[in-house]
């Protein structure tokens, strides 16, 4: 979660590198930092590895980013790395626990400072190990532990193998809160039960139901708009691979359901590619796969040359929406700038599907008729491998932000609201945020403050209610 971010650092004073970058290949073989770089003579590598394990290992007795809070001999001590140090902290807190409670906080994790370790378990009462995903520390010092028994002295140990902590999904403080209260037998209540009262009243009364939805003014949801009419103009019970991206909710109402399969990044073409083979076993069913442009960079490129080369029949639609959207816009190699903001040369992705041997063609996603042309077109032909690049800049990109192309407005006479062709296309359909329905005057509104003025909208309204005028 932490890493789903980017934003403006203050740097110090940057080191200006009086080195020259030089890559010294010419010394003996064994030596790491002038011979060649490889892995053999392998037994010779392997304890080359294991003697700087040792040496990481002794530098981490001492190192800052292992720290140590409370009594020298609490009754519990909690060892804990990552967030899970400010979660521990809380919950001690939030229990008034300071004075039994110790928290040693693990910023090097591997190898572990069996030392340090060791001689803060000598004086605990007991352990417990609070960590998310696998109880990694908690399985390795249990290990260090039975190895040397009269170091470590017979002690309690609590964690995920325990139960004390959940050994599925994230923690939070609350999670801890409720291991300490088992361990301590305290009892604490988190909310008194008025105030659960109040707040599920104010739930239930003051907020609007809502689905999970993308952004208004995001390309994603015209695109799988248009995926999903297409798949059902074809009425071949065609159906779309999903990848890991925004365009990942296509998954849900908000993105039409449009989304069958989900998995890793790069999967979805994969597994497309997979099913494009069946057609030598009857299958006649077209096959979609979508990825983002960031994701086809990092790993969609391979099983599209598979599909080529396996001559699988599918269409992957590139959601190009310019950026790495969904954490935080970071730089990816389709764009004209580096990783630091310095101008850097694009590859141009039509290009290299191309150079894989697909049929590729691009369009704006916003525009619904030359879209669904496309696409139709390549899933009709169901033939080969065929590439729908849809691009359109992400609503929240910094390039995007605050510009607003259409002016948009209802037609209020013209609104036929539940008559027109799919009872409120725009607001029970499309669901752009910005587009709402206006219980009094029986016809849809537009939120000007959320709506981006894409002007996408105008398009789906059979009876030309919506309108735009550009700005
Ligand atoms: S604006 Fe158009 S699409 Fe929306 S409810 Fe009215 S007629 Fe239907
Ligand atoms: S123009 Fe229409 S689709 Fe685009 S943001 Fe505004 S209301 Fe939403």
């Not at 807190?93 to 906080?105: H, I, R, S």
């Not at 099913?275 to 979508?290: D, H, L």
């Not at 969904?326 to 310095?342: A, K």
Request: proline share 5%.
């Amino acid at each position: 979660r932490l890493s789903h971010a980017s934003g403006n650092v203050v740097t110090g004073k940057i080191k200006k590198e009086t080195k020259k970058a030089y890559f010294d290949f010419k010394g003996n073989m064994l030596d790491p930092m002038t011979g060649i770089v490889t892995t053999i003579p392998v037994s010779i590598k392997h304890s080359l590895q294991h003697e700087k394990l040792h040496q990481a290992g002794r530098i981490f007795e001492n190192s800052g980013f292992n720290t140590f809070e409370g009594s020298e001999n609490p009754e519990l001590l909690i060892i804990t790395t990552s967030i899970c140090d400010l979660y521990a902290k809380e919950a001690v807190d939030v229990l008034k626990l300071d004075n039994k409670v110790a928290v040693l906080k693990l910023g090097t994790t591997w190898p572990l400072p069996s030392k340090l370790v060791q001689n803060k378990i000598q004086k605990a009462g007991a352990i417990l190990f609070v960590e998310e995903i696998q109880p990694f520390i908690e399985e390795n010092i249990k290990v260090l532990s039975a190895g040397a028994p009269y170091k470590f002295g017979e002690k309690t140990y609590f964690g995920k193998q325990s139960g004390h902590i959940p050994m599925i999904g994230e923690l939070n403080p609350d999670l801890i809160i409720k291991a300490l209260q088992q361990i301590f037998n305290l009892e604490y209540q988190f909310f008194s039960n008025s105030y659960k009262k109040a707040a599920d009243k104010a739930v239930e009364n003051c907020l609007p139901e809502r689905e999970i939805a993308f952004c208004p003014g995001c390309p994603h949801r015209a695109s799988f708009f248009t995926i999903n009419k297409v798949l059902r103009l074809n009425n071949q019970d065609g159906f779309t691979c999903g990848d890991i991206g925004c365009y990942s909710l296509g998954i849900l109402p908000g993105g039409f359901s449009t989304i069958k399969t989900l998995h890793a990044m790069g999967s979805g073409t994969g597994i497309a590619s997979g099913f494009g083979r069946f057609s030598q076993f009857g299958m006649t069913q077209p096959v979609i796969s979508v990825c983002g442009d960031s994701t086809f960079f990092h790993s969609a490129i391979p099983p599209l040359v598979n599909a080529v080369h396996n001559e699988s029949n599918l269409t992957m639609v590139i959601l190009d929406n310019s950026g790495t959207a969904m954490t935080g816009f970071q730089p990816h190699p389709g764009l004209l700038t580096g990783t630091r903001g310095e101008p850097a040369p694009g590859v141009d992705i039509a290009d290299v599907c191309r150079a894989i041997g697909a049929r590729t063609k691009i369009c704006d996603p916003f525009d619904l008729e030359k879209t669904e042309k496309n696409l139709l077109e390549f899933i009709e032909k169901n033939r080969g491998v065929n590439v729908l690049i849809l691009k359109q800049i992400c609503a929240l990109s910094p390039e995007k932000k605050g510009s607003k192309p259409f002016n948009m407005s209802i037609d209020e006479d013209k609104c036929i609201g539940e008559e027109c062709g799919c009872n409120k296309i725009c607001t029970r359909v499309f669901s752009c945020p910005a587009l709402i329905w206006n219980q009094e005057k029986n016809s849809a509104l537009i939120n000007d403050i959320l709506c981006t003025g894409c002007g996408v909208c105008a398009e789906i309204c059979p009876a030309d209610a919506i309108l735009r005028e550009k700005i």
